[in-house]
């Protein structure tokens, strides 16, 4: 079983310790692995991992699959000027509602709505469409997984994106609380958020039937299998934006420029683009259709196994297919991609473990090409500080799984000290 740097993810993994466990971790993951009780979590964990754990790297690996090593990159991005003063507006707006939140002790009881600027913030540095034509912010209120910090989507594709919400009022994806439990999360549970004893009532989804059948015939060309009905998704971002108000952005330029600049340097490169938001990728779509750029298609949590292997098909097989848009949530879900060996993560996400597992479709036992995986990032901008807590929750595994002793006692995950820090406050 793979191992994840989150420390909720070892739960499943040591059920025996069960609830005195998840004490431990949950003091750790609020930030207190400087209190007494957070350094015996960790000394703890970092034991039992060391006598059960049978850990392989690539690094050690290496002579067995012959893999060539993997090159990443971080690459900044400057916002144009009226980018940088629309972005400038919004976070000057939600960091003074944060400074009073601060000032009246309500930072822990807002979590959730602080979450919810997070994500703004995170959207208006890649595109300011995904404000300003986004669906109702007062509907996707308060709905920011307190596990993930990732948003739960109003009609979530599969059922493990899903909404639970505990007796108490806090929510998840079904997914992370499930695998925070590591059962069923039958009866009376320890919330992860508020640690009250509670029931948590899980979210259903419906698939739509046009997402349910393949969705041409498998002879039909590329370009009737994505035009196909049933494969067109409804109620986009393209389809919200007027035709005159349609344009590009800085971060969606650059990341077409770069697999521009590839392909004239090497014509057989092909690009894995990676987003959280489906949005986004929707836009990223237009833009590389506008320019023509051979797009295969863009992979989502939506579609079936029928369909995402049409999908996968057609970027293999056509020289001509070169771009791969994918959900990094979809990203994880057993997809083969050695067709690949540019992967791109277009905006960086809390869980570092989770773009490391989307590069990985490219980059494993296969593979003949080097891969390389660029990081964009624009300056100034609330990636920049999201970068620094990655890191932070790396020393997870780094501490857990015999890494630099001392790192037990710097480790923090996303506390209300990284809030005000998010916010610079």
Same mark, same amino acid.
């Given at each position: 079983m793979g191992y994840s740097e989150t420390l909720e993810s070892s739960q499943s993994l040591i059920l025996y310790t069960e609830r005195a466990f998840r004490k431990f971790v949950f003091l750790v993951r609020l930030g207190s692995a400087n209190s007494w009780e957070g350094r015996q979590a960790l000394d703890l964990l970092r034991?039992?991992?060391?006598?059960?754990?049978?850990?392989?790297?690539?690094?050690?690996?290496?002579?067995?699959?012959?893999?060539?090593?993997?090159?990443? @990159?971080?690459?900044?991005?400057?916002?144009?000027?009226?980018?940088?003063?629309?972005?400038? @507006?919004?976070?000057?707006?939600?960091?003074?509602? &944060?400074?009073?939140? #601060?000032? +009246?002790?309500? %930072?822990?009881?807002?979590?959730?709505?602080?979450?919810?600027?997070?994500?703004?913030?995170?959207? #208006?540095? =890649?595109?300011?469409?995904?404000?300003?034509? $986004?669906?109702?912010?007062?509907? =996707?209120? =308060?709905?920011?997984?307190?596990?993930?910090?990732? /948003?739960?989507?109003?009609?979530?594709?599969?059922?493990? +994106?899903?909404?639970?919400?505990?007796?108490?009022?806090? *929510?998840?994806?079904?997914?992370?609380?499930?695998?925070?439990?590591?059962?069923?999360?039958?009866?009376?549970? /320890?919330?992860?958020?508020? %640690?009250?004893?509670?029931?948590?009532?899980?979210?259903?989804?419906?698939?739509?039937?046009?997402? #349910?059948?393949?969705? &041409?015939?498998?002879? $039909?060309?590329? +370009? #009737?299998?994505?035009? $196909?009905?049933?494969?067109?998704?409804?109620?986009?971002?393209?389809?919200?934006?007027?035709?005159?108000?349609? *344009?590009?952005? $800085?971060? *969606?330029?650059?990341?077409?420029? *770069?697999?521009?600049?590839?392909?004239?340097?090497?014509p057989t490169n092909k690009f894995l683009i990676f987003s959280q938001f489906t949005s986004l990728l929707e836009i990223t779509e237009q833009e590389i259709r506008r320019r023509n750029m051979g797009l295969s298609g863009t992979i989502h949590g939506g579609l079936n196994v029928a369909t995402r292997n049409r999908l996968v098909y057609h970027f293999k097989s056509d020289p001509n297919s070169i771009i791969l848009l994918i959900s990094l949530r979809a990203a994880g879900e057993g997809i083969n991609l050695q067709a690949a060996n540019r992967a791109f993560i277009v905006d960086p996400w809390w869980n570092p473990a989770a773009e490391l597992q989307a590069i990985q479709r490219a980059h494993r036992l296969g593979q003949t090409r080097e891969v390389k995986a660029i990081k964009f990032i624009v300056q100034d901008t609330i990636e920049e500080r999201i970068l620094l807590l990655q890191e932070k929750k790396q020393l997870v595994s780094d501490t857990t799984i015999g890494g630099d002793e001392s790192a037990t006692y710097r480790l923090q995950q996303l506390s209300l000290q990284d809030l005000k820090f998010l916010f610079k406050l």
């Open positions: 034991k039992i991992l060391g006598n059960i754990l049978l850990r392989r790297t690539k690094a050690e690996r290496h002579q067995d699959v012959q893999l060539l090593d993997l090159v990443t @990159e971080t690459r900044f991005i400057r916002l144009a000027p009226d980018e940088r003063a629309f972005y400038d @507006e919004l976070f000057e707006e939600y960091q003074e509602k &944060v400074q009073q939140l #601060a000032a +009246e002790g309500q %930072l822990e009881a807002k979590v959730s709505d602080i979450l919810v600027l997070l994500l703004r913030l995170r959207q #208006a540095a =890649n595109h300011r469409h995904l404000i300003t034509y $986004s669906e109702s912010l007062e509907k =996707n209120a =308060n709905r920011q997984c307190l596990i993930c910090y990732d /948003e739960i989507p109003v009609r979530p594709p599969v059922q493990g +994106e899903a909404m639970a919400r505990g007796t108490c009022g806090d *929510v998840f994806h079904n997914q992370c609380i499930r695998q925070y439990t590591g059962e069923e999360a039958s009866g009376l549970i /320890e919330c992860p958020s508020c %640690l009250k004893r509670v029931e948590v009532h899980f979210g259903t989804v419906t698939i739509p039937r046009q997402l #349910a059948e393949p969705p &041409v015939e498998p002879g $039909s060309s590329l +370009e #009737a299998f994505l035009g $196909s009905p049933k494969l067109v998704r409804k109620n986009t971002i393209i389809s919200r934006i007027p035709s005159d108000k349609v *344009v590009s952005s $800085s971060k *969606v330029n650059e990341v077409l420029d *770069v697999v521009q600049t590839m392909v004239k340097v090497d």
